[in-house]
């Protein structure tokens, strides 16, 4: 029959971590670690691939630094901005799009000039 050896030292096995003097299986670790990866990988896959209605298509990148709109027909935003960012944005767009078309009210002393330029 097969014995263990004895060795003068304690010797760890592989699968054992201590970790501020607890001892953490190393399986238990990897599973641990490998659930946190697929979390967020699933969690970036959902920010990606998920509509929310804002009023204009909106499509998330990940090397954007702000929200750029083409034509209004499609935004492009941050992959880390928030649904209340993006509906923010998209409202402010509008605003400033829509501000833009419209005559000054008669009376008011403002040239059309001014008014595209605010």
């Given at each position: 029959?097969w014995?263990?050896?004895?060795?003068?030292?304690?010797?760890?096995?592989?699968?054992?971590?201590?970790?501020?003097?607890?001892?953490?299986?190393?399986?238990?670790?990897?599973?641990?670690l490998?659930?946190?990866?697929?979390?967020?990988?699933?969690?970036?896959?959902?920010?990606?691939?998920?509509?929310?209605?804002?009023?204009?298509?909106?499509?998330?990148?990940?090397l954007?630094?702000?929200?750029?709109?083409?034509?209004?027909?499609?935004?492009?935003?941050?992959?880390?901005?928030?649904?209340?960012?993006?509906?923010?944005?998209?409202?402010?767009?509008?605003?400033?799009?829509?501000?833009?078309?419209?005559?000054?009210?008669?009376?008011?002393?403002?040239?059309?000039?001014?008014?595209?330029?605010?």
């Amino acid at each position: 029959m097969w014995e263990p050896a004895d060795y003068p030292i304690a010797v760890a096995f592989i699968n054992d971590v201590v970790l501020a003097g607890h001892p953490i299986n190393t399986t238990l670790l990897s599973a641990v670690l490998a659930f946190l990866l697929a979390w967020i990988v699933l969690y970036m896959l959902y920010k990606m691939f998920w509509r929310a209605d804002f009023g204009l298509p909106v499509r998330r990148r990940l090397l954007c630094t702000s929200m750029n709109v083409q034509g209004d027909q499609v935004a492009f935003v941050p992959l880390f901005w928030s649904d209340l960012q993006i509906q923010r944005a998209v409202t402010a767009h509008w605003k400033k799009s829509l501000r833009s078309t419209i005559a000054p009210a008669p009376g008011s002393g403002r040239r059309v000039e001014d008014v595209a330029e605010a």
